[in-house]
């Protein structure tokens, strides 16, 4: 029997593959969450086989959780799962030595052959996205801008910026400058956007 965490923030989605994933004659769902923030207590505690996890999670992030699992229970395989294809998200994935990858719009016979093939010791990885990371273009951003960046797309001002990254808030409106500026937007809605799109803010 294969033991499944699952961590999904929207629940009717969850509710969903819950309900798929329990008509597999081997899988158990040993524990369903809806933040990125409950993953390593629950997984330490049941102890599943594998983590199902959403990659756009409140309170933590999927990968972030992921990693922890990774740190404190190497025996647990991940499985992330996104709605959208972005090549910078498929990097970070990639970086963070999850094992597996897949896209929500997979069939759900797709979704648990991922998941036997991953606890089976494979890495598997949506044809798709790796398509997409192949073809995708790299960050013109310092990791400092993007951080800016980030701060200020998730709703940050300047002065909340500069106290969270102890930097001036001078400082801070000058890296945003810098940014509308190598991506060509119109202002930092747009940069935020384009950004987005790009998969250089996850």
Same mark, same amino acid.
Not at 11 to 29: H, I, P, Q, T, Y
Not at 104 to 119: F, G, T, Y
Not at 172 to 201: E, F, H, M, S
């Given at each position: 029997?294969?033991?499944?965490?699952?961590?999904?923030?929207?629940?009717?989605?969850?509710?969903?593959?819950?309900?798929?994933?329990?008509?597999?004659?081997?899988?158990?769902?040993?524990?369903?969450? *809806?933040?990125?923030? +409950?993953?390593?207590? !629950?997984?330490?505690? %049941?102890?599943?086989?594998?983590? &199902? =996890? $959403?990659?756009? @999670?409140?309170?933590?992030?999927?990968?972030?959780?992921?990693?922890?699992?990774?740190?404190?229970?190497?025996?647990?395989?991940?499985?992330?799962?996104?709605?959208?294809?972005?090549?910078?998200?498929?990097?970070?994935?990639?970086?963070?030595?999850?094992?597996?990858?897949?896209?929500?719009? *997979?069939?759900?016979? +797709?979704?648990?052959? !991922?998941?036997?093939? %991953?606890?089976?010791?494979?890495? &598997? =990885? $949506?044809?798709? @996205?790796?398509?997409?990371?192949?073809?995708?273009?790299?960050?013109?951003?310092?990791?400092?801008?993007?951080?800016?960046?980030?701060?200020?797309?998730?709703?940050?001002?300047?002065?909340?910026?500069?106290?969270?990254?102890?930097?001036?808030?001078?400082?801070?409106?000058?890296?945003?400058?810098?940014?509308?500026?190598?991506?060509?937007?119109?202002?930092?809605?747009?940069?935020?956007?384009?950004?987005?799109?790009?998969?250089? @803010?996850?």
């Amino acid at each position: 029997m294969i033991r499944i965490l699952l961590a999904e923030d929207m629940n009717m989605v969850r509710g969903a593959l819950v309900a798929l994933l329990s008509l597999e004659n081997d899988f158990e769902v040993v524990s369903e969450l *809806e933040r990125g923030d +409950e993953i390593l207590d !629950a997984a330490l505690t %049941v102890k599943p086989d594998i983590a &199902v =996890i $959403d990659i756009d @999670l409140p309170g933590l992030d999927g990968l972030s959780a992921a990693t922890q699992i990774r740190e404190r229970l190497p025996g647990c395989r991940t499985l992330m799962l996104t709605s959208l294809g972005r090549p910078g998200t498929l990097r970070r994935a990639l970086a963070a030595e999850v094992d597996g990858y897949l896209l929500k719009d *997979e069939s759900p016979a +797709e979704l648990a052959h !991922a998941i036997r093939r %991953v606890v089976a010791g494979h890495r &598997v =990885i $949506d044809s798709k @996205l790796a398509l997409a990371a192949w073809s995708g273009t790299e960050s013109p951003l310092t990791e400092r801008e993007t951080e800016v960046l980030r701060l200020a797309a998730e709703g940050s001002e300047a002065k909340e910026i500069a106290g969270a990254l102890h930097l001036s808030t001078g400082t801070v409106r000058n890296y945003l400058t810098t940014v509308v500026a190598k991506l060509n937007a119109r202002n930092r809605v747009d940069a935020i956007r384009i950004a987005r799109d790009a998969g250089w @803010l996850v």
